[in-house]
């Protein structure tokens, strides 16, 4: 009788699977704590920090981050707490991603505060940095209190 392996122990990658060429943008290291005292958006630009799946970025606030997407590739904003373990509850909610330009085709979902939100980048900017909107919610548990912010990064769309 053959032993049969623990996927989990011992995974296989499915032949032909390749890095993805999709990426993800992480709000990383929220600070749910000092960000709900935040009285400008300097203050809440300190309390974020931004990271990506590419190669080319470190992690970095918000006024100097830029990610570089690829054209027909998704794109997924993602919400971290800073402090997390089993006794925090605190949450970020990203509910809304906008912009002015027609480099991103949001993706359908329920109008409401979600973990991630999706977009697919549809123009080619020719390494051309535009701003983009991030609107995100932050509960801090130990508050028992609630509040949205919005941040202003930057994308760049490439092939």
């Given at each position: ?26 709000l ?23 990271d990506?799946?590419?190669e ?104």
């Amino acid at each position: 009788m053959s032993q049969q392996k623990d996927p989990i122990k011992d995974p296989k990658i499915p032949p032909g699977t390749y890095r993805t060429s999709d990426t993800i943008i992480t709000l990383y290291d929220v600070d749910t704590k000092n960000i709900m005292k935040a009285k400008s958006q300097t203050e809440v630009i300190g309390y974020v920090t931004f990271d990506d799946n590419r190669e080319d970025n470190n992690r970095g606030p918000a006024t100097d981050f830029v990610s570089k997407v690829y054209k027909n590739r998704f794109i997924t904003w993602v919400g971290a707490v800073k402090d997390s373990d089993a006794n925090n509850r605190d949450q970020v909610l990203i509910y809304d991603i906008s912009s002015n330009s027609s480099m991103v085709e949001r993706q359908p979902f329920v109008r409401c505060a979600n973990t991630h939100q999706t977009a697919l980048a549809i123009d080619e900017l020719n390494y051309n940095h535009e701003e983009y909107t991030i609107s995100f919610w932050v509960w801090n548990d130990k508050m028992k209190e609630g509040r949205g912010f919005m941040l202003d990064p930057r994308i760049s769309v490439n092939n």
